[in-house]
């Protein structure tokens, strides 16, 4: 089994205009020719399968019977639901997944390599640049991932030690100015070129309290990730 997480696809955003790369976050204007349309970038589960001549299982494939003699499968989190076992399991294309700033990557991260392997009957390879990164340091050791991922959401003002709410637009306006919020981030864009803020809220503010101050925004409550 050759595992990538979805998010994993994406390496970076290409500017529609010049083709210049720029890495996370997407930049309001390229640095190259001033264009503000974006696309993401990264290899892909078909363009995996295709070079290693497997077969993809992925959220638009229904496993079948004959696929269970397959030799290698290229597969995202689909997988998991399958009762299916692999001599070896390759875990590759998530290192920049360790920085993105979303409240719940290392334990998501953590949970997949669980999950990855109880799939594995041999070998379970992870494919990382970091190999001394704390998520691999407390593999086994849950109760120190813990208070260490605690320890580090509070001083982010992540949950539970805030409330998170992600605004969007579809024209770029000034960020609203909303009384009793902890922080909140600047505008940026987005790949699909809306613009966002994250507002971090006091964990029991109710929401009712902001929408007078966020008129013009989206507002999504306690979203999973902040990209």
Not at 17 to 46: M, N, R, V
Not at 109 to 127: F, G, S, Y
Not at 149 to 163: D, I, T, V
Request: net charge positive; with cysteine; glycine share 4%.
């Amino acid at each position: 089994l050759y595992f990538t997480p979805r998010k994993g696809e994406y390496l970076g955003f290409v500017c529609k205009d010049c083709q210049e790369i720029a890495k996370y976050p997407t930049p309001l204007k390229c640095a190259k020719c001033g264009g503000s349309s974006f696309k993401p970038y990264g290899i892909g589960t078909q363009a995996l399968a295709r070079k290693m001549s497997a077969t993809v299982i992925d959220q638009s494939h229904r496993l079948k019977i004959e696929n269970l003699e397959l030799k290698t499968v290229v597969a995202t989190h689909k997988i998991f639901d399958y009762d299916l076992m692999f001599e070896t399991v390759i875990l590759s294309h998530f290192d920049h997944l360790l920085n993105l700033p979303d409240p719940l990557t290392h334990e998501k991260l953590r949970e997949t390599i669980i999950k990855l392997a109880q799939l594995t009957k041999a070998r379970l390879i992870i494919k990382t640049r970091f190999p001394n990164h704390r998520i691999f340091g407390h593999f086994n050791q849950p109760q120190n991932f813990f208070e260490h991922e605690l320890k580090l959401r509070q001083g982010a003002s992540l949950p539970p030690y805030s409330r998170l709410l992600k605004l969007k637009s579809r024209k770029e306006i000034s960020p609203p100015k909303i009384d009793g919020a902890i922080k909140i981030s600047p505008v940026h864009k987005v790949a699909n070129n809306d613009y966002q803020i994250i507002v971090h809220l006091e964990p029991d503010m109710p929401i009712s309290k902001i929408l007078s101050s966020a008129r013009g925004w989206k507002i999504e409550p306690d979203p999973d990730s902040l990209i």
